[in-house]
């Protein structure tokens, strides 16, 4: 597997798949969560709505990875999968670590080979971002996955300089 850094919109990227750091509640919120349900429109939306009438109806818990529709994006899925808010207190990272590995597991049941990755947690749940990506590289890296290109899209100049040294092993 290759993993590349870009630094931009997660929405834009042409993938299989992108995955969204979504809230337990798979309704909605801000950041990226936002973004994808904006710019992919609302079949994401409805078919969220049936996971929670089905599978999830207490919500998507932490750690865990659904897949539905990418809607109007270039992608052809949306992986949600819900970061832990960040502790200062408890040691949440294997949680976090989860998120990527089975956002992994779930790209391998749909034969996915490209995927993006958002730094899960380091936004409105405020996880240090060199932190979110020494875990968000080391737990790519170290997954058995059929991806071939796995890439960290990342927002800001300053997420992008936490990825290239988590990237370069500092
Ligand atoms: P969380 O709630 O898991 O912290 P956020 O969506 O608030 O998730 O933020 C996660 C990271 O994604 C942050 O670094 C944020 O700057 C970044 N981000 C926000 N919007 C986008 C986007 N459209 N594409 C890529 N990254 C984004």
Redesign the pocket.
């Known amino acids: 597997m290759e993993i590349t850094l870009v630094r931009g ?3 834009a990227q042409d993938v299989d798949a992108v995955v969204n ?1 979504a ?1 337990s509640s798979l309704l909605g919120g ?4 936002g ?1 994808i349900h904006r710019r992919g429109g609302p079949a994401i939306l409805e078919e969220c709505r049936k996971l929670r009438a089905s599978h999830y109806g207490g919500g998507l818990p932490t750690g865990q990875a659904v897949a539905t529709t990418a809607g109007d994006l270039p992608a052809r899925w949306v992986i949600h999968t819900v ?1 832990p808010v960040y502790s200062a207190t408890e040691d949440r990272s294997a949680q976090l670590a989860s998120c990527y590995r089975e956002s992994l597991r779930v790209a391998d049941e749909l034969d996915v080979r490209s995927i993006a990755f ?8 405020g ?1 240090p971002m060199d932190d979110a990506a020494r875990i968000a590289v080391g737990t790519v890296r170290g997954t058995m996955t059929q991806v071939k290109d796995a890439r960290f ?4 100049p300053d ?1 992008h300089e936490a990825f290239e040294r988590a990237l370069a092993g500092a």
């Open positions: 919109d997660i929405t750091a809230n801000g950041g990226v969560d973004a970061g958002p730094a899960v947690s380091a936004g409105v749940y996880w899209v990342l927002f800001t997420a």
